[in-house]
């Protein structure tokens, strides 16, 4: 066996003393980026799960405003037909605005030639002819109703207006005599 160098075999121990600091020095660097890597991923999931928390929170909360102004829809419609109906319309004509039901019906009756520009509405068709002739022929029967309707309304509202003589009203006459 070939004698070898002091020097040479201080070297040698020396160097592989070095390659082993070395590779323990790589192997804790690399330990350290692993554990900071995994921090770094467990608080990326605790910011994930604490938005997707407090975006279920909004959400509880939000369907719980929902509710309340669903309920509330419910009873402002509620309230609406109640006020739509007649009986409550004529209960708070009685209480709140002191009035009082007429016992005789009044008709009234008027005398005056139509405004100028207003002519009575006469029917498209005769009444006669109108169950035998096809649909578009005739003017409907609610729409000679509502421009009848119309136009009384009209002709009373001129009447009504100021530096214009006063309705005539007749107490139990025939609503035949009237319009």
Do not use: H
């Not at 008709?107 to 006669?128: F, I, K, S, T, W």
């Amino acid at each position: 066996m070939a004698q070898v160098a002091p020097q040479t075999l201080v070297l040698r121990r020396e160097q592989s003393g070095g390659v082993a600091r070395l590779a323990l020095r790589r192997t804790a660097n690399w330990m350290s980026l692993l554990a900071l890597l995994a921090g770094l991923v467990c608080l990326i999931y605790l910011i994930a799960i604490s938005s997707v928390l407090g975006a279920g929170y909004d959400l509880q909360r939000l369907e719980r405003e929902r509710d309340e102004w669903r309920a509330r829809n419910e009873q402002l419609e509620l309230e609406l037909a109640k006020a739509r109906s007649l009986t409550w319309v004529e209960s708070q004509a009685t209480t709140r605005l002191g009035m009082v039901k007429s016992e005789a019906l009044t008709y009234v009756r008027v005398d005056q030639p139509a405004p100028l520009g207003l002519e009575p509405v006469r029917p498209a068709v005769d009444a006669a002819a109108r169950p035998g002739l096809p649909q578009g022929q005739a003017t409907p029967l609610w729409r000679e109703l509502a421009e009848r309707v119309g136009a009384v309304g009209r002709q009373l509202a001129l009447s009504l207006a100021p530096g214009r003589p006063a309705l005539e009203s007749t107490v139990g006459s025939s609503p035949s005599t009237g319009l």
